[in-house]
Every structure is written in structure tokens, then in C-alpha cells.
């Protein structure tokens, strides 16, 4: 990172002013009277970058050099994480090395991305390019999709349990979390891609530290989806729960679903409300629990049933303290004031 060093000068009463590098402003193509934005950071450092333009157009290009230590997995990790990091393009180049391997290792993150294509090749490397549906460039509309994935593969879940549908919607759920990762996979891409640009970051009223916060509440959702696939995997060894199982599951879900759409719309009254369900849930949780501590039959199953219910409980309750959290950030307009102006 290149750093620079000016002395500042004071114009009149309460006037401020440095030169910008020269090599900066050409590599931005500032022209005269453009316009600047200055950000405070939290360390009460300033951002500088010009207004009338945005970093999102341009192509981040990647080079991936693979040897013979490489594994298909290997390479697939690295097409993940460049991906993740946002870059347009990977350029992998190989030697020593089976193409096969390569090969492997691209498909590998082919089922696991989404737009993820080959455009050139030779003898001795390929290039991919990410080509992301228009209808998935927003990051809003992908957490809505993957909580919406999410949701339903739970209520499916529910009907099978309440003989709605039949066993074959249990491997339906599973495979449906294929679709949940590639979406999770896809929202921290474009959480990259923003924190790349601080004009976009600027434009969506974000900042560094909130989309820390973002970042954990869409693990949370990815978390939920997991939890589907186990459930449905216990739903294929048990054909029956009481009906109080049931209703504790339904209203699980109804209450992440919820406190998800308040984080959403960032709406914290709402989320406040809807953690005071949570000491119901909670009761009902015991009291099913001890109820078949004393059932010798399918205990076993019922209790991981519960037990994964109870994780869903507690991603409900996380969300609403991600909720708040993001709420003092905003009050507090990002940044503390410094101890010394506090002293005068």
C-alpha cells in the first residue's frame, strides 16, 4: 500500500489544505473541479476518493499457479476464495501437473458457484470469468432469495411431519442446499465487491464495521439451511413426532423467519418484540424434553430434533443482537469522538 506524506497548510481562520499526489489523481482521472468525498473512518483517519465515479466497473484479473502439490480440492479452494475476494477474472496457469486435476477442480467449483464459466484456454492455462445473473447482482435480492431457500426447506420439512407430502421431499430438501450455498457463497462476494468501493459503500449508507455484522447474519441464514439438511436426514430414520414437537419446530422457524425480515428492514422495535417469545419456546423445549426422556421409543431421534430446533432458537436470538448492534452503529454516526475533544 502506497503512502504518501504532505505538510499542511492554514488559510485564514478555520481553513485546512494539502496537495493530492499527482500520480493519484491521474490514476482516477481527476480533472479540475471535480468533485471529492471524504469519509471519517472509525480511527478518525479520512477516505478520499472522487464522487463521480466508481471501482466496481473494473476487472479484477486473478493468477492462480498450480504445481504438482495441488489437489483437485486444492484448486477448488482457491477458485472459491478468489471468488469470494471478488475478482472478475481467474487466470489458472499450470505445469507439472495433470490437466485432469484442473479440470476436476473447476468442476468442482462449478457446482458450488454460481456463474462461474470458462472463456480461454491453452496447453497451458484456462481462464474463467464470473458472469452473475442481473437478476443477482444486488446483495439485497440474494439474502432475500437464501432466506427464502432457507425458510422453505424447514416448512417442507413441517408437512412431511404432518403427512402433507410424502418421504420423497426429504432428499428434495437436501439437495435444495446446494442452491442455499451457492447464494451464501454469492452474498459474501458482493459484500467484497462492495467494501472495494467506498463510493458504493457510501451510496448504500455502509461502513466497514456494519458489514462485519452483515457478514455474520448471512452465515446465520447459510447455518439455518445446514440445519435443514440434518433435520431431514433424522426425518428419514422417524416417521412420527408427537405434535407438540411439531408446533415447537413450526414456531422456531416462524420466529427466525421473522426476526430475519427485522434485520432485512432494520426494523429493532419489531426484533425487540419478537425475543420476548423466545422464554415460551424455551419452556416448551423442556418440557417436551422431559417428556421423552421417559420414552423408550425413539428418544434417541426426538432429542437431536430438539436439539437442532434449539439452534435455530439461538440464530433468532443472535439476529436480534446483530439488529441492535448494527442500530448503535448508525446513532453513533461510526466513529467516537477523540478523548481530547471530550477534554475540552
Known sequence: MRSYRRRVQKIGKNTFV???PSSWAREVGLEGKNELLLEVLPDMSLRIYKASSTISNKEFVAELRVNDMYSEHDVAREI??????????IKIVYEGVPRAIVDKGI???????IGLEV?????????????VDPNLRDIESVVKR????????HRDIVRYFLHEVDRSILDAVISRDNLADKLYLL??????????????????GLNYIEVIHRAMFIKSLERVADHAVNMAKIAKSIETIPEELITLYKNAIDLFELMADSLIEMDKHKAMELIKHIEKLKLMDEDIRHKISLSRD???????ILDIISRIIARAIDTEEIIIDI????????YMIPQSQLEN
Open 119 to 131: 472463456i480461454d484456454e491453452d496447453a497451458g492455462s484456462i481462464t474463467l470469468q464470473i458472469v
Open 146 to 153: 437464501l432466506k427464502r431457500i432457507a425458510i422453505s426447506m
Open 18 to 20: 494539502i496537495t493530492l
Open 107 to 113: 468442476n468442482i467449483g462449478r457446482e458450488r458457484l
Open 187 to 204: 452474498a459474501l462476494r458482493q459484500l467484497s465487491q462492495i467494501l472495494r468501493d467506498p463510493y458504493e459503500m457510501g451510496k448504500r
Open 327 to 334: 442500530s448503535a452503529l448508525k446513532t453513533s454516526n461510526y
Open 80 to 89: 472459491i476464495a478468489y471468488y469470494i475476494a471478488g475478482v472478475s477474472m
Open 298 to 304: 425413539f428418544g434417541y431421534y426426538l432429542s437431536k
